[in-house]
């Protein structure tokens, strides 16, 4: 179907099947001792299996004493590492898929935590912003001891049998400091000017090429702007490609950001697809040489239409590809609506920067790959109910279907989805809507007996006599009946404004700033409401994702909103709400014309007391059984459709 996607290609002499690289993330699934484990070499094999054409690995370090990067990540820094190594490209390898290493040091954007108390280290002693850590400057003998670390770790990965590797220059790492110059303020041969900063990656890439051979393939990752006052901007980006170009290298991977605008490097969901393509084609125009890019793919039509406009040589694949391992086959096999696609919720690097191994809120095998192996078909076509269509039951169904049981999916409303049809309302949160639309299909791929506007499945489910039932009928929003007024008119749950159910006007206070608070207030700044935004702790957004927070609130500051922090809701009163300020205990009286509720949500523990009196083997999941985000419900759906014993 996409037939560009699908086109061999080359990175110098090496052949690639297709145009759909995965590029590198950090996944902490390898051993402690940085070998490759038995984790992460079936993370890639299965990655390899869903029909990539060529991975990047997740950050492979260097160096251990200052180049920690994550808890748990790969290592090229002793021959010890090779035998490992050397499984993981024979896995790989299975597949016809090409794997490069990603070469790295973390230069300032690590944590001394991470070096066992050491100093972290750096071109020049310029703290980042988002570590807040201070560097010490590396001397010239250091600098000349890494290069020769990132060299001896090109020797070790060809050793093993690798492609080739992959500089990481990007995203304000340690060869992304050198070649700023706002992180590089050297006066030695390192630093100084243009031809200076670009000295230390020039000297790796030689010394590569000297020792692994001309045919080597050596690509590096770039970012053609790091958005930050005095970085590297595209036109600076520009000159160093040229230059790479004629050191000898083999591609570029073209990304952008640094820490310090980490939204342009993993974008939140509000980002649109293909939104920095500009930043590719200019390089790409600039050199013969391929490039490789990340564009915020989602969709394969999206991936082909940036190969058929030039912009790149290389699909760039990344969190798309945590999602749904699958990607590549089901674009290629004409199965694209199956494929599970990432909504950029980001919980991914949440997880990592908590010192977790990678996880998905959307596909519960990422990071589980081998105790996940496979699915027990062990169904023989018994009946399992499932009652609720959000994204736990609809997970569930779809599960219990892989193991050859009879689902039947139970629905109260005349659509599925559940509470992603209320997530998907606010601005810019169509990615909800897609990955909706993707587990449907995935469920009438599966044969999935899908029933819709069940009023009370508990009758039907009796004449089915199933072999097990699943409750994930979602939990209801939590309205505080102990605050006087609270159940008056003009008292609506966000829920009802997100749908579109309840329609308001003038000024609106909005209670409680989580995730579908803040949304819901934006919502209401949209259409002309003056919104105040009232929270209970000492901080909005309590529980989202700091990048996601600064997205969602940069777009709602627009709207001069008032935000009252430290303040909880004591009464609906005649012409609006009583406050208190918990920090003082003062009382602030407050004239609105509606007051919304964004509380959280919370379980009916009286419906599933019904159902375990009438049946035997009741398993409730989801909001039903514990209020969570996505990723819970999708969890709990999953580990216990995996696990069900009939």
Known sequence: MYKKLSEKGYIGRLKLKNRVVMTAMGVSLAGSNGEASDDIIRY???????????????????????GVGTSSQLSVTQAKNIPQLQRLVDTVHKYGTKIFFQLHHPGRQTSSTLLDGRQIVAPSPIMCKMMQEMPRELSTKECETLRDAFIRGAVFTQMAGADGVELHAAHGYLLNEFLSPYTNHRTDQYGGNEDNRLRFLREIITGIRNVCGPHFPISVRLSADEFVEGGLRLENTLKIASELESCGIDALN??????????TIVEPGSYAQG????????????????????????EPAIAESL????????????????????????????HEEEIRKCIGCLYCFEGLGQGK???????????????????????????????????????AARVLAERDYKVVLFEQKEQLGGTLNIADKPLLKEKITRFTDSMVAQLHQKNVDIRCGVENALEEIKVLDPAGVFLAFGASPIVPRSIPGITKANVIKAEDILTGEVKVSGNVAVIGSGMTGCETAEFLAEVGCKVTLVEMQSQIGPGIYPPVLMDLMQRFQAYVPEILVNH?????????????????NTS???????????LGVAPNGAIVDAFEAAFDNVHVIGDASKAGKILHAIADGFGQAYVFES
């Open 307 to 334: 190969l058929e406009e030039n912009v790149c040589d290389f699909i760039g694949l990344g969190r798309s590809l945590l999602a749904d391992s699958d990607w590549v086959n089901k674009a290629l096999s004409g």
């Open 588 to 598: 602030l009286e407050k004239p609105v014309d509606y007051i919304v509720l964004a």
């Open 568 to 584: 909880r809701l004591e009464e609906v009163t005649e012409t609006g709400i009583r406050l208190t300020e918990t920090t003082s």
């Open 254 to 263: 073209i990304s952008t950001g640094i820490y310090e605008s980490m939204n």
């Open 44 to 66: 890639y094999e299965e990655r390899a299996k869903g029909g990539c054409g060529l991975i990047i690995t997740e950050v492979t370090r260097i160096d251990d004493e200052t």
């Open 357 to 395: 191994h990678i996880a998905c809120s959307v596909n519960a095998r990422l990071g589980r790959e081998r105790e996940y192996d496979d699915y027990k078909k062990d169904g023989n076509q018994q009946i399992v109910a499932v009652v609720g269509g959000g994204p736990s039951g609809m997970e």
């Open 275 to 298: 939104w920095k393509k500009k930043y590719a084609k200019a390089v790409k125009e600039q050199v013969s040489i391929p490039v490789i890019a990340v564009n915020n793919i989602k």
